[in-house]
């Protein structure tokens, strides 16, 4: 218990050790968010409850815990992988049960779910139909979303051993906890409060099936490079393969990319729509906007080595502009055939638009990536379990609501004259800050390369 409550303090005071004023200000406003949206969920129910609006309350409750179980899996994913948090440093005597319990604890002292604990805690004060069975449902559901980010991120990180008990103990728990889904949802509303003992037997099987998966686990390698000595192996190639953070983070890209294509061609084929033209929002897994999220938004902070040769050697923006290229060819290559076969074979009559709109993104979002780079580099430091952020968080949403404009011509066609302004904004942009090279390098070197204590 301990070491539980003194890691829960280290970890609220790493975070409002730099920059107080700033994430203070963000906690408030996510807080302010919170209320908001309860109260709308509170008008939603009220409406529902009087017969105004066609979702029954239980509908509405179901779509809550739903909306509540996509975001907490989604943060982690979206529009940068978050990495799974390693805590307590593999040196230290602690048995794997003790560490087990720290980091899952220690993982829900954050902002984030702060926040959502607010937007329960507030709508249950205001809405009289949302009643303590259903704020208990939804720490439930919110608690299985946790450990469903965790496991997702244990089969990306880790290699799993298939073959041991571990494994199969824990194939069988999460059976058991599919089974119970099955047969009674989690996130529809609980009718009485033994529903909540259901539920709650769901969730221990699901813990003890993470805590098994834990267990199958090889234990994660560090500092581990492959060098390739091919000289027929373009530049690029190397930079992408030899950055092995660099390289996870852009396949498991690739890999939620192939996900969401993949989803939305079984319901074509299925239903013959697509998911897509339901929800405008997927559109944003159709463009590269992902690899960019991932790493690109900045390439320095992960080819530090790269820009200090380049500045050493030439300093001038031109070498930079082309440098910074050089990585970014092969992941926009792989990005590009994906999209481009999705459209061959399973989108033909938005054709026109996916490709004009992925034309644009690129046009649009190497500038934005070049900027960031340098006016707000990364330190990456660690391994991809190293719990800091790769991006930077203002330029991926900047980057998202940029994207968002080039899907106004789903509208009307005349809306593609909006294409040029946004490029044009873009590319003069990332002149304005290439001129400006000079006053962000020392910056730029004592981000890159400071000393740690």
């Known amino acids: 218990m301990d070491l539980i409550i003194y890691s829960c303090q280290a970890r609220l005071t790493s975070y409002f050790r730099q ?29 529902a409850h009087e017969g105004g609006i066609n979702p029954s309350v239980d509908k509405v409750l179901s779509y809550a815990n739903l909306a509540l179980l996509a975001i907490t899996i989604m943060r982690s994913f979206f529009p940068a992988y978050i990495p799974k948090a390693d ?32 937007f329960l805690i507030i709508l249950f004060l205001m809405s009289p139909d949302y009643t303590l069975t259903h704020f208990l449902q939804s720490i439930l559901v919110f608690f299985t979303a946790h450990i469903t980010r965790r496991s997702l991120q244990l089969f990306i990180e880790r290699k799993i051993k298939w073959l041991s008990r571990h494994f199969a103990s824990s194939a069988v728990m999460a059976g ?25 037997a769901a969730v221990a099987a699901f813990l003890a099936s993470n805590y098994l ?43 939620f990319k192939i996900l969401m294509l993949g989803v939305d061609a079984i319901v074509f084929m299925a239903k013959g729509v697509h998911m897509f033209d339901k929800n405008p929002s997927f559109w944003l897994f159709a463009g590269p906007l992902v690899i960019y ?10 080819y530090k080595n790269l820009w200090l040769t380049t500045e050493r050697t030439t300093s001038d923006y031109k070498a930079f502009l082309k440098i910074s290229l050089l990585p970014l060819r092969l992941p926009l290559l792989l990005d590009a055939a994906l999209v481009v076969a999705y459209v061959v074979f399973f989108n033909q009559e938005k054709s026109t638009f996916i490709l004009l709109m992925y034309l644009a993104s690129v046009l649009v979002l190497t500038p934005i990536g070049i900027i960031a780079s340098f006016t707000s580099p990364k330190t990456v430091k660690g391994g991809i379990l190293s719990f800091s952020a790769k ?12 994207i968002g404009l080039l899907f106004l011509p789903l509208l009307h066609p005349l809306l ?27 910056r730029l070197f004592e981000t890159l390369y ?4």
């Open 416 to 442: 593609y004259l909006i294409y040029p302004i946004v490029i044009g904004m873009s590319l003069f942009a990332m002149v304005a800050v290439m001129r400006e090279y000079p006053a962000y390098k020392y």
């Open 293 to 302: 999220t991932y790493v690109f938004n900045n390439v320095w902070g992960f």
């Open 19 to 47: 920059k107080r004023t700033q994430r203070t200000l963000l906690l408030a406003v996510g807080v302010v968010l919170a209320g908001f949206y309860s109260w709308l969920f509170t008008f939603l129910l009220q409406k």
């Open 213 to 255: 998966l834990e267990q199958a686990a090889f234990e994660p390698k560090r500092k581990v490079v492959n060098y390739s000595h091919n000289a027929r192996r373009s530049l690029g190639w190397r930079l992408f393969n030899n950055h092995k953070m660099a390289r996870q983070l852009l396949l498991f890209g690739l890999g």
């Open 176 to 200: 058991a906890f599919v089974a119970l889904q099955v047969k009674a949802p989690m996130f529809e509303p609980a009718s009485s409060a033994i529903m909540l003992v259901v539920h709650l």
């Open 391 to 402: 991006t930077s968080y203002l330029y991926s949403m900047l980057a998202v609501v940029l």
């Open 87 to 118: 805590f307590i440093s593999r040196i230290f005597p602690v048995n794997a049960w003790q560490r087990f319990w720290t980091e899952l604890v220690v993982e829900l002292v954050s902002p984030f779910y702060f926040v959502l604990l607010n």
């Open 450 to 453: 400071k000393t740690e204590a």
